[in-house]
C-alpha cells in the first residue's frame, strides 16, 4: 500500500541524480574503489531524501532519526553501490554459463538482462525505485530496527534493498515495459543475488564514506565489541576484490583483485609424530584445512614471493565471506580470523600474543578510518566459545629474537584449544630449531611449475589468469621459455614483476638487463635485482607521466627533489633532457632507497616511519626545507611502495611486499658505498658511514646482503670500484672504535659500530675478486663477535677465507658460521664452540681445539696437522679428506665422525704381556 505522495519534486530530483551517479559509476567499473565516497552536496540530497520519506523516518528507534540525518544518507548511498555492483556482477555470471551451454556456431540470443543494467537501462528503474520509497507506508517495507547499528549490520532488511529489489525484479512497477533485471522469485534464484549484494555492501563498508557512516553511528550511540568484529569481518571479506599489488592506477599496474588470481599453489609438509616430508605436492590451502582440524598449530614457510601473504589472505577472506552472507544466529559455527601483521603488530618489547592481537584491531581501525569508534572495552572481539584462527601474517618481519620468538609460540600454545587454532607464516629462516617448533607441522610452499598438467603447468594458468586483466599482448609459457626464464619466474610476485615489464626486458643472450649471467637451467635463482630495477624504474616512470599530466603539484616536487638530490649527490641522478618524466622517476627510485633503509633500521629497533619522519628524513639528508613538497613525495614513495592495505594520513610507511624492501636497502647500501669509495680517507669514511649506522644490514631471514652482493658483483661495478670497496671493507673490519646511537648516555648495546663491522667483513669476505680478509690483529674476530652478541639478537658472521694468524678465539661461539676456507694456523679455539660450523678447506694447523665442541661441525679437506684436539666433542663431524697427521685427537673422540678419506697417523703399537 501506497500513501498520498507528497514529497517535493526538487528533493526526490536532487535523490535520483546522486541515485543514478552512484548506478553509473558501479555498473561501468566494476571494481574495488579504495578511495570512494560522496562529496557534501550529494550527501545533502540524500539526507533531505531520507527526511521526506516515512519508511525511513520510522526505520529507526523513536527520536534517533534527528541525531542519526547523515548517517541514514550514508547507508542510502552504501545500499545503492552495492545493488548495482551486485546486479553487475551477476550479470557477469550469466554471460558466462550462457557462453557455456552455447552449441558451437550458435548466435547468441539479445541478452535483455544486460540491455537492463546498462545505465540508461538502470536509470528509470532507480528513478521507479525512489519513488517506491518515497510513497510507502512504513508497514510496505518492514518494521523500524531494533538498533541503530541495524543500518550496518542488517542490509537486507533495509526499506532500500526491498525498494530496489521491487522495482528491478518486477516489470509491472515500470510504465515503459523495461524487462526484469532480477529474478527473485523462488530461492534457488534469490539466494545468490543475496550473496553478492551483502559481498558488495562488504566491499563499499570499507571505503572512506564506509567509515564516515560509522563514525556518524558511533555519533549517536557507542559501538558493541559485536559491532567491531562485523566491521573486521566486512573488511577482511572486501580483501577479495582488492588488487593483490596495491590500488594504483597511476603507475598503469592493472586491476588485479586477489579473486581473479584463485591459483591454489602446492605444498609439501612434515608431521608429528615422525616428521617425514611428505615429498609428494598437494594444494595448500587444502591441506591446511586438513592440518588444522588435527593440529592446534600449523607453520606455512616458503622462499621470498611464494605467496605467503596471498594464502593469508585468500584463507581470511573465505572465511569471512562465511560471516558476511549468513544468518546471524548462525555466527557461532563460524571461523572467526584474527589476523596479525608480523611487521607491525607484534612489538620488541612486548612480543605477546595478547599485545599483539590488541595493535592489530587499533591498527585495522585506523585504516578504516573508525579510529574514533575503538575503546578498550570494544576490542574485547572474542569470547572463549568462539571458534577462532590467529593467522600470524610475517612473523619472520616482526624481527624478534629467537627467545622472543620462542616466547610467542608459547602464547599461542597457550590460546589454541578445542576451538582456537592458529596459522603462522614466516620464513623458515626465521624460526628457531628447538623442540618448541618441533611439535606443529611445518607446511613449505613450492615454486609455480610450468610441468604440472595441464599443459604449462601452474605458469600457464596464472598467464591465462593475467591475460585476461592486462590490457597487453597475451604472454604465454612458450615465450618464458624462449626468453630462458622460466626458471627464474617459480613465484607468484616474480611471474608478476616479470609479466608487467615483459616489453622493457632484455632479448635472450643469457643474461639480465645489468648484464649478469643468468643461471642455468635447474640452478637455484638469486634475488633478481635487476628485474626489481626495471620494474620499480618502469612505476616510477608511469607515475611522473601521470603527474606531468594530471598533478602540476605533485610534478613540481618530483622537479624539486631532482634537483635536490643532484646538487647534493652528484650522478646519483642524471637530467634526461629527451625524457623528464624518467629523469623524476630517478629521485623517486632514490628517495625510494633511502626511505627502504630507514624503515629497515628503525624495524631493527621496533618502530615505525611515520610520514612526518620521512619528511624530517629527507630534510635532513637533502639539507632542505621540504615542507609542503616533501609530505607530497612521501606520499608518492607510499604508493609506490604497493602496500596491500592503506595507511593512515600519518603512516606507518611500508612496502607491500618484504622484497621489495630488501632491494631497496641493497640499493641504497650501493649508493652510498659509491660515495665511500669515490673519496677515500678516514674523514670522509666515517662522514658517509653515519647513515650505514642507521641499522644492521645482516639477518639470518633478510635478502637484502643478497641483492647488495649481486649488484656490487655486477657490471655497474668496475674492477677498481671493487678494489677500493675491498680496502674500505677492510678499514671499516678493523675499526673498533664504538658510536653510541645515544652518545650522551652511551650504553654497549646501542653501540652500532658492530652491525657495520659484520657487514664490512661480509663485503670484503664474498664480493667479487675478494680473496679474504686478511687480518694482522688477533683479537679483531673475538671482538665482533662479543660485540654482537651485546647489540643484535642473532649474529650471521659471513667470512670466507678470513686470515688471521695466531688468532684468539677462546671460548668464542662460531656455531653455524660461514669459515670455509679460513686460514687459521696456531689459533687458539680453547673451549670454542663449533657446533655446525662451515670450515671445510681450512687451514688449522697446529690450531688448540682443546675442549671444543665439534658436533656437526664440517671440516672437510681441511689441514689439522699438529692440531690440539683433546677431549673435543666430535661426535657427526665431517672429516672426510682432511689433514689429521700429528693431530692429539683419541679415538673415543671420533664416534659417529665421518672420516673417509682423512689423512692419519698409524695407530700406535699397545705391546704385549708377558
Not at 523462488?186 to 558488495?200: D, H, V, W
Not at 571461523?335 to 607491525?344: C, E, K, S
Not at 647489540?791 to 677465507?801: D, G, H, L
Not at 679460513?822 to 689459533?827: D, F, G, M, V
Request: proline share 6%.
Amino acid at each position: 500500500m501506497e500513501s498520498e505522495f507528497d514529497m517535493d519534486a526538487v528533493t526526490i530530483d536532487g535523490a535520483w541524480k546522486v541515485a543514478g551517479e552512484i548506478f553509473r559509476a558501479a555498473l561501468t567499473e566494476d571494481r574495488f574503489q579504495p578511495r570512494w565516497t560522496l562529496d557534501a552536496e550529494a550527501l545533502l540530497a540524500l539526507t533531505r531524501f531520507a527526511k521526506e520519506t516515512r519508511a525511513l523516518a520510522a526505520l529507526l528507534p523513536p527520536g534517533a532519526l534527528t541525531a542519526s540525518e547523515d548517517a541514514v544518507a550514508h547507508h542510502i548511498a552504501i545500499l545503492l553501490r552495492a545493488f548495482a555492483l551486485a546486479l553487475t556482477r551477476q550479470s557477469a555470471l550469466h554471460s558466462v554459463e550462457r557462453r557455456t551451454h552455447q552449441a558451437p556456431g550458435e548466435r547468441a540470443s539479445l541478452d535483455m538482462e544486460s540491455e537492463a543494467l546498462r545505465p540508461k537501462g538502470a536509470e528509470p528503474r532507480l528513478r521507479l525505485a525512489l519513488d517506491h520509497l518515497a510513497r510507502a507506508d512504513v508497514d510496505v517495507l518492514g518494521p523500524p530496527f531494533e538498533r541503530l547499528s541495524d543500518l550496518v549490520d542488517a542490509p537486507l532488511a533495509s526499506p532500500v534493498y526491498k525498494a530496489l529489489c521491487a522495482v528491478f525484479a518486477q516489470a509491472a512497477l515500470s510504465a515503459d515495459a523495461i524487462p526484469p533485471a532480477l529474478d527473485l522469485a523462488t530461492p534457488a534464484a534469490r539466494t545468490p543475488f543475496e550473496r553478492l549484494y551483502l559481498l558488495a555492501h562488504a566491499e563499499a563498508m570499507t571505503s572512506p564514506l564506509g567509515a564516515a557512516f560509522v563514525r556518524a553511528l558511533h555519533a549517536t550511540a557507542s559501538m558493541s565489541p559485536s559491532f567491531l568484529r562485523g566491521v573486521l569481518m566486512r573488511s577482511l571479506s572486501a580483501s577479495r576484490v582488492r588488487s593483490m599489488f596495491g590500488e594504483a592506477d597511476a603507475l598503469r599496474i592493472p586491476h588485479l583483485p586477489l579473486e581473479a588470481f584463485d591459483l591454489d599453489l602446492l605444498a609439501t609438509w612434515t608431521e608429528p609424530p615422525n616428521f617425514q616430508r611428505h615429498a609428494t605436492p598437494r594444494p595448500l590451502l587444502g591441506l591446511i584445512d586438513e592440518l588444522l582440524a588435527k593440529h592446534r598449530i600449523v607453520i606455512v614457510c616458503g622462499a621470498p614471493g611464494r605467496g605467503q601473504s596471498l594464502t593469508a589472505r585468500k584463507i581470511t577472506s573465505a572465511w569471512a565471506d562465511r560471516h558476511v552472507t549468513v544468518d546471524p544466529s548462525m555466527a557461532s559455527d563460524l571461523t572467526f580470523p584474527l589476523v596479525i601483521d608480523g611487521g607491525r603488530d607484534i612489538a620488541h618489547h612486548d612480543p605477546s600474543l595478547g599485545a599483539a592481537v590488541r595493535c592489530a584491531l587499533q591498527r585495522k581501525a585506523d585504516s578504516l578510518g573508525i579510529t574514533a569508534v575503538i575503546d578498550e572495552a570494544s576490542l574485547a572481539v572474542t569470547s572463549p566459545g568462539d571458534r577462532v584462527v590467529y593467522v600470524v601474517d610475517g612473523l619472520d618481519e616482526a624481527g624478534l629474537t629467537l627467545t622472543a620468538t620462542e616466547a610467542l609460540f608459547r602464547d599461542l600454545v597457550h590460546a589454541t584449544r578445542d576451538t582456537h587454532r592458529a596459522i603462522v607464516f614466516s620464513r623458515k629462516a626465521a624460526l628457531p630449531d628447538t623442540k618448541a617448533f618441533a611439535e606443529h607441522p611445518i607446511v613449505y610452499i613450492e615454486d609455480l611449475s610450468p610441468h604440472t598438467s595441464p599443459a604449462g603447468g601452474q605458469i600457464a594458468a596464472w598467464l591465462e589468469r593475467w591475460n585476461l586483466r592486462s590490457g597487453k599482448a597475451p604472454l604465454t609459457v612458450e615465450q618464458f621459455k624462449e626468453r630462458g626464464l622460466v626458471d627464474a619466474a617459480g613465484t607468484p610476485l616474480v611471474l608478476f614483476m616479470r609479466a608487467l615489464t615483459w616489453e622493457a626486458q632484455p632479448p635472450t643472450d643469457g643474461s639480465d638487463d645489468e648484464g649478469v649471467a643468468r643461471p642455468g637451467l635447474g640452478q637455484p635463482q638469486g634475488p633478481q635485482g635487476a628485474l626489481h630495477e626495471r620494474f620499480f624504474r618502469q612505476l616510477a616512470t608511469a607515475q611522473c607521466d601521470h603527474a606531468r599530466a594530471c598533478d602540476a603539484a605533485t610534478w613540481e616536487a618530483f622537479t624539486r627533489l631532482l634537483h635536490a638530490v643532484s646538487e647534493r649527490h652528484p650522478g646519483e641522478v642524471a637530467f634526461l633532457e629527451d625524457d623528464p618524466s624518467a629523469a623524476r622517476a630517478q629521485g623517486m627510485l632514490w628517495l625510494l632507497s633511502r626511505l627502504a633503509w630507514a624503515i629497515h633500521g628503525r624495524r631493527g629497533r621496533g618502530q615505525a616511519l611515520t610520514v612526518q619522519d620521512a619528511v624530517r628524513l629527507l630534510e635532513a639528508e637533502l639539507g632542505v626545507t621540504a615542507e609542503p613538497w616533501g609530505r607530497q613525495l612521501v606520499r608518492a614513495a607510499m604508493t609506490l611502495m604497493l602496500p596491500l592495505e592503506p595507511a593512515g594520513e600519518d603512516g606507518p610507511l611500508v612496502f607491500g611486499h618484504r622484497a621489495f624492501r630488501e632491494f631497496f636497502v641493497a640499493r641504497y647500501w650501493a649508493l652510498v658505498l659509491r660515495r665511500i669509495v669515490a673519496r677515500p680517507g678516514a674523514e670522509a669514511r666515517r662522514v658517509h658511514e653515519g647513515t650505514l649506522l642507521e641499522g644492521r644490514l645482516l639477518g639470518a631471514a633478510d635478502e637484502s646482503f643478497a641483492f647488495l652482493l649481486e649488484k656490487l658483483n655486477g657490471p655497474s661495478w668496475s674492477e677498481a670500484e671493487r678494489e677500493a670497496l675491498l680496502q674500505w671493507a677492510h678499514d671499516a673490519f678493523v675499526d673498533e672504535t664504538s658510536d653510541f646511537l645515544r652518545p650522551e648516555r652511551p650504553r654497549w648495546e646501542e653501540d652500532r659500530r658492530p652491525a657495520l663491522r659484520e657487514a664490512a667483513l661480509a663485503i670484503g669476505s664474498l664480493m667479487s675478486g675478494a680473496t679474504g680478509m686478511v687480518v694482522g690483529e688477533r683479537r679483531a674476530l673475538k671482538t665482533l663477535l662479543a660485540s654482537l652478541s651485546i647489540t643484535v639478537p642473532e649474529r650471521s658472521v659471513k667470512a670466507p677465507r678470513f686470515s688471521c694468524e695466531d688468532a684468539d678465539l677462546e671460548g668464542v661461539n662460531l656455531a653455524g658460521f660461514d669459515l670455509e676456507g679460513a686460514n687459521l694456523p696456531r689459533a687458539n679455539l680453547v673451549d670454542a664452540n663449533l657446533v655446525g660450523t662451515n670450515l671445510v678447506g681450512a687451514n688449522l694447523s697446529g690450531a688448540n681445539l682443546t675442549r671444543a665442541n665439534l658436533l656437526s661441525v664440517k671440516l672437510g679437506r681441511a689441514n689439522l696437522a699438529g692440531a690440539h684436539l683433546e677431549d673435543v666433542s666430535a661426535f657427526l663431524a665431517d672429516f672426510r679428506g682432511a689433514n689429521l697427521l700429528g693431530a692429539s685427537l683419541e679415538e673415543k673422540a671420533l664416534m659417529g665422525a665421518k672420516l673417509e678419506g682423512a689423512l692419519r697417523d698409524p695407530p700406535k703399537p699397545t705391546g704385549k704381556k708377558r
